[in-house]
């Protein structure tokens, strides 16, 4: 079956550690996206990549990193200058990066304690 | 400023009844998409259905029809005929035809369906 796999599904960690969040889709898309959702609120882009080897920073980047040296792959790295971590991360992919229908994966629950 | 707007924070509706999620949008962009997802208690974003900003029809896909108006930048989602399992987040979204990464999003819509 096609689609976008995140894992782990929940993940703890303790402040000030570095803690990355795996995102493999096999769809074969060009883009990729990763978003960030807080209690009561919609998505908030936090990096997105058209192609490979190429990312761009979306609106709330500051604290993470991301890489995507191989198509179906893009993890993202949440560092300890992220001051509020705690939140719920999906990814998403499209078939290019003109297309404008995503295609989301199940989701990372990220927790600092 | 692009902007997604979901006033009702949260909505009941009665088992087999319709229900009507609002949705306004503020774009400068002259062609964009219109999008909603259902979003359950376990966390995945499910796409609903879509409207193109040309596409003369309102969209429908099965239960789930988009009210568009475009004079007011209204894309209303219809559900009819209620069910449990439609108790979720729902969120409206819109997208530039230029590309996916300036989709955003609204605050979405908390649905409870009574039995």
């Known amino acids: 079956d096609g689609g976008i796999t995140q894992s782990p599904k929940y993940l703890f960690r303790k402040e000030g550690q570095n803690v990355t969040l795996s995102c493999e889709q096999n769809l074969n898309h060009d883009a990729m996206y990763w978003y960030r959702q807080d209690p009561g609120q919609g998505l908030r882009l936090i990096y997105y990549s058209q192609i490979v080897n190429d990312f761009q920073k979306g609106d709330i980047a500051e604290g993470y990193s991301v890489s995507r040296e191989k198509k179906e792959s893009f993890p993202l790295t949440v560092t300890s200058a992220q001051k509020n971590p705690t939140a719920f991360y999906l990814c998403?992919?499209?078939?290019?990066?003109?297309?404008?229908?995503?295609?989301f994966g199940p989701g990372t629950r990220l927790t600092v304690l | 400023a692009q902007k997604i707007t979901q006033t009702q924070p949260g909505m009941f509706v009665q088992e087999k009844e319709a229900v009507t999620l609002d949705c306004t949008y503020d774009?400068?962009?002259?062609?964009?998409?219109l999008f909603w997802y259902k979003q359950p208690s376990s966390g995945e974003m499910i796409f609903l259905i879509y409207?193109?900003?040309?596409?003369?029809q309102n969209a429908t896909e099965g239960r789930y029809s988009l009210n568009f108006q475009k004079a007011r930048k209204s894309a209303n989602l219809v559900i009819s005929a209620s069910q449990l399992g439609d108790s979720a987040m729902y969120f409206c979204?819109?997208?530039?035809?230029?590309?996916?990464?300036?989709?955003?999003f609204g605050a979405g819509t908390r649905l409870f369906v009574k039995a």
């Open positions: 979204a819109m997208s530039p035809y230029t590309g996916g990464f300036k989709t955003i």
């Open positions: 774009t400068s962009d002259p062609s964009y998409g």
């Open positions: 409207q193109g900003s040309y596409d003369q």
């Open positions: 998403a992919s499209s078939i290019s990066a003109r297309s404008n229908e995503q295609f």
